[in-house]
């Protein structure tokens, strides 16, 4: 069963405008959350990340929400870009034991 | 430079053949991760160490091994007990501390004939 569930296969988006991705979890144990981003052939690439006391974080152009009520989070990037098509990943974890990995949206931002 | 790598990028075996994946860090990380991950899904652990001589079965450990006999070194064998073994087979390294991220290796293609 999966822990961490993204739910969107694939968003498009203009450019300049905001991209919204989202990511779900069932475990209420996990207590630091990632966003990766994976170009074809290639191994995913750190983003951003957040901890499970903070429910914003920022950087740059991209900041992550945590619910942890709803135990959802998200990944906004605005203003999105061309180079921002990629496959995006959610991971948790608990005490940076295991991490898991939801299904991945790819996200396509045409100019 | 820093970082990990992994090797070959696309391998193929014949069915029933044994193949070792290698992965090779030099991050002074302590912990390491194999991961494999198949068209329309997340990746999913095989095996992961958090230290030297030491390692742990993931989520879908069967029919894979490994060892870890060096900090710098976490080789995946791919047995020919594992039923689908075509896959793409990321390696990823990560450190303790704040940040907790993964360093991940480019890949490698598996396809089994």
């Known amino acids: 069963d999966q822990q961490v569930k993204q739910n969107s296969p694939s968003l498009s988006v203009q450019e300049g405008r905001i991209s919204i991705l989202n990511c779900d979890y069932t475990n209420s144990m996990f207590d630091y959350f990632l966003w990766y981003k994976k170009y074809p052939a290639e191994g995913p690439t750190f983003l951003i990340s957040i901890s499970s006391i903070k429910d914003k974080n920022e950087d740059g152009r991209f900041t992550v929400f945590l619910n942890k009520s709803a135990k959802h989070l998200s990944l906004h990037i605005v203003p999105s870009q061309p180079g921002d098509s990629a496959v995006y990943f959610c991971a948790a974890s608990a005490n940076f034991n295991k991490f898991y990995f939801g299904s991945g949206t790819k996200l396509n931002v045409k100019p | 430079d820093g970082g990990i790598t992994q090797s070959p990028k696309y391998l193929f075996r014949k069915e029933g053949q044994n193949v070792t994946l290698s992965c090779e860090q030099n991050l002074n990380h302590d912990a390491m991760y194999w991961y494999r991950q198949d068209p329309g899904q997340g990746l999913r652990l095989i095996y992961y160490?958090?230290?030297?001589?030491?390692?742990q079965k993931g989520d879908i450990a069967e029919g894979y091994s490994v060892s870890r006999e060096k900090k710098e070194s976490f080789p995946l064998t791919v047995t020919s007990a594992q039923k689908n073994p075509t896959a793409f087979y990321l390696c990823?390294?990560?450190?303790?501390?704040?940040?907790?991220?993964?360093?991940f290796g480019p890949g490698t293609r598996l396809t089994v004939l």
């Open positions: 160490s958090q230290i030297v001589n030491d390692f």
């Open positions: 990823a390294s990560g450190g303790q501390g704040a940040v907790g991220e993964q360093f």
